[in-house]
């Protein structure tokens, strides 16, 4: 039974004997956030929150430049919608850079093998037809990759799977409203 827990009574069926949990909390402070509880591999957590925060990075970078070039062929509403899903990415991966240090790792922010880390990929795009399908394109991976990891996360690490949750929520409405996009200009 792991860490210790219950005394083979009915009458503790979930918490921790509070002493032990006292215990357990005290020793490896230094851990901070993560103690003895925790049950995933953190390693696996920080390199897997490490890819999201690349391709997070990406998509930043490609829906800026996707935002200046459509400003530039007069395309305000969708230069508007773009520059506020690049602002809302940086906002997820800072999130993220956020959860890596409090379970010990350290986010990588290096331009170099950004573009490997990502799942997203990032394309320029000739006419704003093309910004807008690569953009949804991108959601629609990040949108099973976050998936995946929540999947994957499940009970061990709820935190990590809360708070990617919520970003899958906002990817799903950016994949939604640039569908819209696409409708709206008649593709
Ligand atoms: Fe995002
Ligand atoms: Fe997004």
């Known amino acids: 039974m792991p860490g ?12 921790s004997d509070i002493q032990a949990l006292r215990a357990r909390a005290r020793q490896h402070v230094e851990q901070g956030a993560v103690t003895a509880g925790y049950k995933a591999d953190r390693d696996v957590v920080v390199k897997l929150l490490n890819e999201a ?12 430049r996707h935002h ?7 395309a305000e509403p969708v ?9 809302e990415e940086q906002a997820h991966a800072d999130l993220i850079a956020q959860r890596i240090v409090q379970l010990g790792g350290e986010p990588n922010f290096s331009p170099e093998g950004l573009l ?3 799942h997203a990929e990032y394309v320029e795009g000739e006419t704003l037809i093309d910004m807008i399908r690569e953009d949804l394109v991108a959601e629609r991976i990040a949108i099973d990759s976050y998936r995946e990891m929540i999947g994957y996360l499940r009970s061990d690490d709820p935190t990590t799977g809360r708070m990617l949750e919520g970003i899958l929520a906002m990817e799903e409405e950016h994949a939604d409203d640039l569908k819209s996009l696409l409708e709206h200009l008649g593709t």
């Open 53 to 64: 925060l690349a391709t997070e990075i990406v998509c930043v970078l490609r829906y800026r």
């Open 68 to 74: 200046f070039m459509a400003a530039g062929i007069h």
């Open 79 to 87: 230069a508007a919608e773009f520059l506020q899903h690049a602002n």
């Open 116 to 118: 490997m880390r990502s």
């Open 4 to 15: 210790g827990l219950g005394l083979g009574m009915s009458k503790q069926p979930f918490l």
